[in-house]
Every structure is written in structure tokens, then in C-alpha cells.
């Protein structure tokens, strides 16, 4: 069983979107958790974007990132530079893999400006957990 984990800065949109997805389109023996350097809460355009493609994350959580359960995963995917950079040490056996996506939550504009954003981040983020199947 591969045990994956999305690190982000608050874990409030991409590591929320990434684990979304993940669960959807990776096969079930993998488990699957994202997490943050901090607590931001789920933010509701994360919500909302996902639900535009079938995905209901609405039931996740904002946590914490969990020491036991890090030093335990076979591959780690910051999705922010402040995850990659705070990320606490892990096992050599860790693969880790860097995502440097754009924060949508720092969008600015309208807020259908703002939503735009948020759907080409959640593509991006979609693709690249595309890639993790090819490599299982």
C-alpha cells in the first residue's frame, strides 16, 4: 500500500483539491491525507471549483501535519514553496516530490476573476495527480 501525503502552507485549497482528486483517481490501495504547516480552514472557492468536477470535499478538514504519519508515507507532494521549505525532516525513504503552484487564495480581482483562478490552479493540480497514477 503506497501511504501519499499533500503538504501545503494552511491546507485550505491545493493540498485540499490534491487530495480530492487523488482519492478519485489513484487506485484504492493508496492512502491518501494532505496537511499544512498551518491551520487555514477549507477554503469554500476550493469547495466550489471541485464540485464543478464531481468532487465533493466539502466533509475535509483543515489539519495539521502529522509527524507519525509523515515519517510513515512513500511519497510527500508540497504544492507550495513555504510547505517545501518548513516540511519537517523525513526518513530518507521518503520520496518527496515539489509542486510550485500559484496560492489561489491570493487572487485577486473579482470574484469571478478570482474563481478563474482557482479552476486553473485545480486543472493544474489534476494533471499532476494524473502523472502519480502512471508512476504506481
Known amino acids: 500500500m503506497t501511504q501519499l501525503y499533500f ?11 490534491a487530495e480530492g482528486f487523488a482519492k478519485q ?5 493508496w492512502t491518501i ?18 464540485a464543478e468536477v464531481g468532487i ?3 466533509q ?12 510513515q508515507c512513500d511519497l510527500i507532494v508540497t504544492l507550495c514553496g513555504d510547505a517545501r521549505d518548513r516540511c519537517p525532516v523525513t526518513p530518507p525513504s521518503v520520496k518527496k516530490l515539489h ?20 479552476r486553473q490552479v485545480r486543472d493544474e493540480i489534476k494533471t499532476k495527480v494524473q502523472s502519480l497514477v502512471v508512476r504506481d
Open 33 to 50: 491525507q494532505s496537511a499544512g504547516v498551518e491551520r487555514h480552514g477549507l477554503n469554500p472557492r476550493a469547495v466550489e471549483v471541485m
Open 99 to 118: 509542486w510550485p503552484l500559484p496560492d489561489p487564495a491570493q487572487a485577486n480581482g473579482t470574484p469571478a476573476e478570482q474563481l478563474a483562478v482557482f
Open 60 to 71: 475535509q478538514q483543515s489539519k495539521l501535519i502529522d509527524p507519525t504519519y509523515l515519517k
Open 56 to 58: 465533493d470535499i466539502s
Open 7 to 17: 503538504l501545503c502552507t494552511g491546507n485550505s485549497c491545493r493540498s485540499q483539491m
Open 25 to 29: 483517481l489513484l487506485p484504492q490501495a
